[in-house]
């Protein structure tokens, strides 16, 4: 069975609640404060609110996600797949293995129960599921090039995103993507735009306390895509639109939630929607796994093909003399008013680098210019089809005007020839 990707190796101190050092064997225990700086952001009773009030909202809207949607996604749910032989899920371990389970630390579940619920997605492509090429997985790693919506950087328990090459060199200089450097669409340097985050919890901590980081993950994630569609000139293809997944489990619950923007009049608000909440033991106990599965072989592609294809109506800075050489401490893509203030903390911050507003406008310029330079080619081939038209009907005029003197001509003669017979 897969177990997290070795590349993601971590130490002996691993945190398993946001900076939460415990030392790690496979049956390990936590010997840590509940109420350090991150996760106490997270188990404040105000943190659901907060979050509101900056557009992100855990629940679903009015509206909710297009039908299509919730369809897909009861899809992912229920699509049968092919489960792992020889684990300890077969029945004949099933009791054994949930009873060794009890009681146990974070980090446990992590190593011994995660992976049977959401596999490496490195791992599997290495045993051969090629669809999985482009996807690179991270445990535990904090998202150190985005800017935060509230509270502390997200560092979720797993998460899965694009690999950098992915993208060719052109759509990293339209993603303005630097080393070091903040960033909307790369989370860190090796992932770029996360499609699915897990929170664990184990003990008595309620699931709550998984879904506030998950929330914070994934909207930052739809962040991402909104931004960019925006700056390709099509936000209502993102509303109200599925983009990304979120699962939260302890030993026995687990909650599979989607997360879709609504876009109204520039504003971007982001809420969730309930995919599936069940207990892994008394349930199918290889839901989670069948979803995740589904989610890959099927989400995975539009997700990938919609970034693709935003991507295609940005212009690349170098097709544009006057394009600017974004800095280590700004980003090419302009991002909408609501998303702005969060990396303009970080770019005033260090006193350098062009202002969120200055390169929006470049970006502006760029695309009315690139707009401009169409509708200049289609009036001139406009202008050519209608002198081409004129010189058409001006040639049919006169060949009209020539065959009518002819015919004259012809008339006049054979009334002279009348004439000169009737005299003679």
Not at 66 to 76: G, H, K, S, V, Y
Not at 162 to 184: H, M, V
Not at 261 to 270: C, F, Q
Not at 395 to 424: D, G, P, T, V
Request: aromatic fraction near 8%.
């Amino acid at each position: 069975m897969s177990q997290p990707a070795s590349k993601r190796s971590r130490s002996e101190s691993i945190s398993t609640d946001r900076g939460r050092a415990q030392t790690v064997s496979s049956k390990g225990s936590e010997s840590t404060s509940d109420w350090d700086a991150n996760s106490a952001a997270y188990k404040a009773v105000n943190y659901p609110t907060i979050l509101e009030t900056k557009g992100c909202f855990m629940r679903r809207s009015s509206a909710g996600p297009i039908p299509e949607d919730i369809a897909f996604c009861e899809r992912l749910l229920q699509q049968p797949t092919e489960t792992p032989h020889g684990t300890l899920f077969n029945d004949e371990y099933v009791q054994d293995f949930h009873d060794s389970l009890q009681n146990r630390s974070q980090a446990c579940l992590l190593v011994d129960l995660h992976p049977l619920l959401i596999p490496s997605a490195e791992n599997q492509f290495i045993q051969g599921k090629e669809y999985l090429k482009n996807v690179i997985d991270g445990y535990n790693d904090p998202w150190v090039k985005t800017e935060p919506i509230y509270g502390p950087k997200p560092q979720p328990d797993h998460a899965r995103g694009l690999k950098w090459s992915t993208f060719s060199e052109s759509q990293r200089r339209k993603l303005g993507i630097k080393p070091y450097a903040k960033s909307l669409y790369a989370v860190r340097d090796d992932m770029y735009f996360p499609y699915l985050t897990a929170e664990i919890k184990c003990g008595n901590q309620a699931l709550e306390f998984a879904d506030r980081p998950n929330m914070h993950s994934m909207c930052i994630a739809l962040r991402a895509i909104v931004s960019l569609s925006q700056v390709a000139g099509c936000p209502e293809k993102v509303h109200r639109r599925i983009l990304g997944f979120s699962i939260s489990h302890e030993l026995n619950s687990l909650g599979i939630y989607a997360y879709y923007p609504e876009v109204d009049d520039g504003k971007t608000s982001y809420f969730r929607w309930p995919v599936a909440q069940f207990n892994t033991w008394k349930e199918d106990k290889w839901a989670c796994y069948r979803f995740v599965e589904n989610l890959d072989r099927e989400f995975l592609p539009l997700h990938t093909d919609r970034l693709m294809q935003f991507l295609e109506d940005v212009p690349d800075p170098e097709d544009y003399p006057f394009s600017v050489d974004v800095d280590d401490d700004s980003q090419a893509l302009p991002i909408s008013w609501q998303e702005r203030s969060g990396l303009r903390r970080a770019t005033s911050s260090q006193g350098r680098g062009l202002q969120p507003e200055l390169r929006m406008m470049v970006q502006t310029m760029q695309q009315q210019l690139k707009k401009q330079e169409k509708l200049l080619t289609e009036q001139k081939e406009r202008e050519e089809k209608l002198l081409a038209e004129q010189r058409e009907r001006e040639e049919k005029l006169l060949a009209q005007l020539e065959q009518q003197r002819k015919e004259q001509n012809a008339l006049q003669e054979k009334l002279l020839a009348l004439l000169e017979q009737k005299i003679s």
